[in-house]
């Protein structure tokens, strides 16, 4: 099983960016305050030291422009980070919605605790 925190709205380009993007995004526009902005700094630190970056461990693994990261649904430690992240979010009224699957797609990177996916398209992929 995976799970993926992104997006209830798409953003400009009509994709929905998952839990760290939409954080990084609201630090990038200076929304964050001070003590939520020290907040982000420091949990993203911990989480780079943490976990492997896909575009550090195997380029390409996002050159589909619909490929997006999901967890593991046994990442339990990850998990948590990202609730961490899910109430930042919450504060600053950024709408999010949680998706679960067997099957997130076509994988193009995998270790661990996460995977990336482009996802399945009809018709290769769903005859019917």
Known sequence: ???????AVPN??????????????LHAAGRLSEEDDAWWRQSN???NAAYADPTVALAGSYDH???????????????ALAGDYLLLL??????????????PGHLT????????A???RHPDDWPL
Not at 90 to 103: F, G, Q, S
């Open 90 to 103: 919450d504060r600053y009224d950024i709408p999010w919605v949680e998706l679960r699957t067997k099957t």
């Open 118 to 120: 482009v996802p399945f």
């Open 1 to 7: 099983m995976f799970v993926r925190f992104q997006s």
């Open 45 to 47: 630190d911990r989480a």
């Open 65 to 79: 422009p619909d490929a997006c990261s999901w967890f593991k649904a046994d990442a339990v430690d990850l998990l």
């Open 12 to 25: 400009r380009h009509g994709r929905y960016p998952g839990v760290f993007a939409m954080a990084n995004g």
């Open 109 to 116: 990177y995998e270790d661990d605790v996460q995977v990336v």
